[in-house]
C-alpha cells in the first residue's frame, strides 16, 4: 500500500512524456489568450496563472498533443502528471488531470502518491475535484486496501484531502461503502470550511440519486450536527 507521506514523488523516465510535453508546450502557447487569461485567473482565485485557453479550445488542442501517441504505462501517466504541475499556467493541469481520467485504468495504487501531490500541490476545486471522482476514486475501486488510505486522508489537517475522501466514491452508486460515506460527513460535519462543508452535501446529494432513503434518514440524524449548507446540499433534489 503506498505510504500517506508528504515526500514530493520522483518524476519517473518517460520518453512519451519527452514527446507529449513538448507538443504539449508548443501547441498551447501557440493558442495563449493573455487577456482572456487574466480574466480565467481572477474567476479562480488566482490559484495559478493562465494561458487564456477556453476549455472546447483546450480539448481540441489536446487531441492533437495526444494523437497517434502509444498507450502509456503507469511511469508515463506519473511523469506526464508531475510534468505538466511542474508547469505554472493552468491548463497544463487540466491536461494532467484529464489525462490520468483517460488512463487511470492502466494505473495500479502505487500512482496515489502521485495524485495526492497533485492534490495538495496548487490545489483548488478546479483540479482536486476530477481527481477525486475520476482517479483517486477508480484506484480505490480497484484497489479495496487503498480505503485505509481514505481513512487516513479524511482526518488530514489539509482541507482538499479531506474533501477527497469525502468525493472520491461520488461515481459509485449501488457500490458505495455507506459506512464510510456516512461516516466521514459526520466526521467532518463541524469542519469551519466552506469546501469541505459544500462536499459533505455533495457526496450525500449524490448518494440520494442511488438511495434517497438512506440519505434523509442520515440527514435527519445528524441534521444537529451538519452545517446548514451540508443540509441544503444534501436534501436539494429530494
Not at 113 to 136: E, F, G, M, N
Not at 166 to 187: E, M, N, P, W
Not at 218 to 224: T, Y
Amino acid at each position: 500500500m503506498p505510504r500517506n507521506d508528504r515526500r514530493p514523488p520522483s518524476v519517473p523516465r518517460s520518453a512519451l512524456a519527452d514527446a507529449l510535453l513538448e507538443r504539449l508546450t508548443g501547441t498551447y502557447a501557440g493558442a495563449a489568450d493573455p487577456g482572456r487569461a487574466r480574466v480565467m485567473a481572477a474567476y479562480m482565485k488566482d490559484v495559478a496563472p493562465f494561458l487564456g485557453i477556453p476549455t472546447p479550445l483546450r480539448r481540441e488542442l489536446s487531441k492533437t498533443v495526444t494523437k497517434d501517441t502509444p498507450r502509456p504505462s503507469e511511469a508515463d501517466c506519473a511523469a506526464v502528471a508531475l510534468r505538466c504541475w511542474g508547469l505554472p499556467e493552468r491548463e497544463y493541469h487540466y491536461f494532467a488531470v484529464d489525462y490520468l481520467r483517460r488512463h487511470v485504468s492502466r494505473c495500479s495504487s502505487d500512482l496515489l502518491p502521485v495524485v495526492r501531490h497533485l492534490i495538495t500541490t496548487v490545489p483548488w476545486w478546479d483540479t482536486v475535484d476530477l481527481l477525486a471522482a475520476h482517479t483517486v476514486g477508480p484506484l480505490v475501486a480497484a484497489d479495496p486496501a487503498l480505503a485505509a488510505v481514505m481513512d487516513e486522508w479524511i482526518g488530514d489537517e489539509d482541507l482538499w484531502l479531506a474533501r477527497t475522501a469525502l468525493l472520491h466514491q461520488l461515481r459509485y452508486k449501488s457500490a458505495t461503502d455507506t459506512g464510510r460515506l456516512f461516516g466521514y460527513c459526520r466526521r467532518q460535519a463541524g469542519h469551519p470550511d466552506f469546501f469541505v462543508r459544500k462536499a459533505i452535501g455533495w457526496c450525500l446529494r449524490e448518494y440520494a440519486k442511488t438511495d434517497p432513503d438512506a440519505v434523509r434518514a442520515f440527514v435527519a440524524s445528524e441534521g444537529d450536527l451538519l452545517s446548514p449548507l451540508s443540509v441544503r446540499e444534501a436534501l436539494k433534489n429530494l
